[in-house]
């Protein structure tokens, strides 16, 4: 009788040990887990990367672009100017939206309370200074340049805007070819290879527009 109370006792070690190595087994796979989910966050931009700091900043750049654009479109009936205007307005748009799902996908927030242009040092103070007081942002326009512009119309509203965005465009393109040499991440890349192009192009076109309206 001793002996077979013993048995239990024998045939339950063999499946504490089964336990025990499940529960070893567990804890590596989770973390391996662990690890991977910090490898994989710790790929991802940075809050103060240039990444995150040119999709602010160009998002910003791009909405006053388009705040011109719609005034533009408003008091002017030149079909050229208008249809620039459209342009702008439907690509930066999109643009934005594009930067805005980036910040969204990196968990990071959509402005910096440090101030802007922090991950651009030494852009060389293009533009005037931004109209919220923050450090200045290449090519903006100032509060007094977006209220005559409003204040214009027909030719002289044309003229206005053509010079504006002019220096606007200017301005995007170096941010973006800041960003094109402080990234190696390929969807900024693409993005800011498409504002570079697409916005000289631009400029090239309202340069001759300018030329056109001066010469009448």
């Known amino acids: 009788m001793r002996r077979g109370q013993g048995h239990p006792v024998t045939g339950g070690a063999p499946r504490g040990r089964r336990v025990t190595v499940v529960l ?9 887990v662990l690890v991977a989910l910090s490898v994989a966050r710790s790929g991802e931009p940075g809050r103060d990367g240039p990444e995150a700091g040119f999709a602010r900043d160009m998002s910003a750049h791009h909405a006053q672009a388009v705040r011109m654009s719609f005034i533009v479109r408003d008091r002017t009936d030149d079909p050229e100017v208008r249809l620039l205007a459209y342009d702008i307005i439907n690509t930066q748009s999109a643009q934005i939206g594009m930067m805005t799902a980036w910040l969204d996908e990196w968990g990071l927030p959509k402005t910096d309370p440090a101030g802007r242009m922090r991950w651009m040092s030494g852009h060389g103070g293009h533009g005037s200074p931004a109209a919220s007081g923050d450090a200045a942002m290449p090519g903006m326009a100032t509060r007094e340049q977006l209220a005559d512009l ?13 010079r504006l965005m002019i220096a606007h465009h200017r301005g995007g393109v170096a941010m973006a070819e800041a960003v094109l040499a402080r990234t190696g991440r390929d969807l900024v890349r693409r993005l800011a290879r498409t504002m570079v192009d697409g916005q000289r192009a631009e400029i090239r076109l309202m340069e001759g527009m300018l030329r056109q309206r001066a010469a009448a």
Do not use: K, M, N, Y
Request: glycine fraction near 10%.
């Open 24 to 32: 070893a087994v567990l804890v590596l796979l989770t973390g391996a």
């Open 150 to 162: 409003e204040r214009a119309s027909g030719r002289d509203a044309e003229a206005r805007f053509l």
